[in-house]
């Protein structure tokens, strides 16, 4: 059983679309994180979820809008795609927020063209 | 200055050498540590959480040093396995939180 799914796991598109990437984790975590990993491989935090509440936005354009339903699940809907929106985008989970190890996902390659 | 620094490499060692890494961290309110391990083209999975009395697993140790801000990750006796990028990553726990990666250290190990 996967612990951190998220899907699609590749998505293509054009600029100007709106995609949605959605996460979800059967660990029973509290937290849950979006990442943004670029080109030169820097990984940057995004958002930080705790118990459905938006803990942490970094400067992040509000293109981007996390949305949880649930514990258990923190998705990332991105309107009017950029260029510079490819990277890949890892979902992450932990057990609280900021002393217990986080649980990747196996990442969303964007690609906008 | 960058709340987390490491070398970015490459380390190109040989099969059964030792290597050591170090990462800084500027913020002293720095709480956890830990070292991530990152294949090519796959997610950052946890290697060791690292602890102020250092800790050991199997061929890896990590140590802590809050008086110099530091920490390192030794590896002893390279596997072809070993090879990836390795990641710092340090929690800052002051009123917020905040969870800061370095940029990585690649590893390449050769037979």
Redo the contacts between chains.
């Keep these: 059983d996967t612990a951190v799914s998220q899907t699609p796991k590749y998505l293509v598109t054009q600029m100007g679309n709106d995609k949605s990437i959605k996460c979800e984790q059967n660990l029973g975590h509290d937290t849950m994180y979006w990442y943004k990993q670029d080109s030169k491989k820097f990984l940057k935090i995004m958002f930080s979820y705790n118990n459905k509440e938006l803990i942490i936005n970094e400067t992040v354009p509000n293109r981007f809008s996390p949305k949880s339903p649930d514990k258990a699940h923190l998705n990332l809907h991105i309107n009017s795609l950029e260029l510079g929106d490819s990277a890949v985008y890892f979902c992450a989970s932990s057990q609280d927020l900021g002393r217990t190890e986080a649980f990747f996902g196996q990442g969303t390659r964007l690609t906008v063209v | 200055r960058k709340e987390v620094e490491q070398d970015p490499g490459p380390f190109n060692v040989p099969e059964g050498a030792t290597v050591a890494f170090n990462c800084t961290y500027s913020n002293s309110a720095s709480?956890?540590f830990?070292w991530y391990r990152q294949d090519c083209r796959?997610?950052?999975?946890?290697l060791m959480?690292v602890y102020s009395s250092g800790n050991e697993d199997g061929r890896f140790t990590a140590q802590l040093n809050r008086a110099s801000q530091y920490i390192s990750l030794l590896i002893r006796d390279s596997k072809l396995s070993d090879s990836a990028?390795y990641?710092c990553v340090v929690?800052?726990?002051t009123g917020?939180?905040?969870?800061i990666?370095g940029?990585?250290t690649r590893l390449f190990v050769k037979a």
Excluded: Y
């Design positions: 709480q956890s830990f796959k997610e950052p999975k946890l959480s990028t990641l929690n800052i726990v917020g939180f905040k969870t990666f940029a990585g």
